[in-house]
């Protein structure tokens, strides 16, 4: 499988409770390579626009609101499978159904402070990593730059 970036943004209740070392050490562990990352506190169209996919859910103006209630850290991070993998390594979305070991599994309170959103197939990482960052902002690994024991 070829190398392939996803999103990965760390919600206000996971900031606020201090694990964004824990959660970027889960994906460093894995073996993935942090291609970009900010400490963010995006305006309310900006995550209407993110959420657009959910907007009609009765869920979405409580979702927008706490995930205006505080930064968030978003991220990309960069390997093989990323997306599928690093859905496993976030866990189920409601963390009641999430095994331990996984970050919602060992980190999250509820399915409405689940720590993580993390992009579920290629084309919505893509739209996600373009929206939420711009292209300078990414980082080219070459091969060059470090020799990965994992490659």
């Known amino acids: 499988m070829a190398?392939?970036?996803?999103?990965?943004?760390?919600?206000p209740d996971g900031v606020q409770r201090g694990l964004i070392g824990p959660i970027i050490s889960r994906f460093e562990n894995r073996g993935f390579k942090l291609v970009?990352?900010?400490l963010t506190?995006?305006?309310?169209?900006?995550?209407?626009?993110?959420?657009?996919?959910?907007a009609g859910k009765p869920f979405f103006k409580g979702l927008v609101a706490y995930m205006l209630s505080g930064?968030?850290?978003a991220m990309v991070w960069?390997?093989?499978?990323?997306?599928?993998?690093?859905?496993?390594?976030?866990?189920?979305t409601n963390p009641l159904a999430s095994a331990p070991g996984t970050i919602r599994g060992d980190y999250a309170l509820d399915v409405g402070r689940n720590v993580c959103h993390g992009s579920?197939?290629?084309e919505n990482a893509k739209k996600e990593i373009n929206l939420w960052f711009t292209a300078s902002e990414l980082?080219?690994?070459?091969h060059s730059q470090a020799n990965w024991v994992f490659e």
């Open 139 to 142: 980082l080219k690994w070459k």
């Open 3 to 11: 190398d392939e970036q996803t999103f990965i943004a760390i919600k």
């Open 36 to 38: 970009a990352m900010k």
């Open 78 to 92: 960069e390997g093989k499978d990323a997306v599928k993998t690093g859905r496993t390594i976030l866990g189920a």
């Open 120 to 122: 579920d197939s290629v």
């Open 71 to 73: 930064p968030i850290c």
């Open 41 to 54: 506190s995006p305006t309310q169209e900006h995550l209407e626009k993110h959420y657009a996919d959910l």
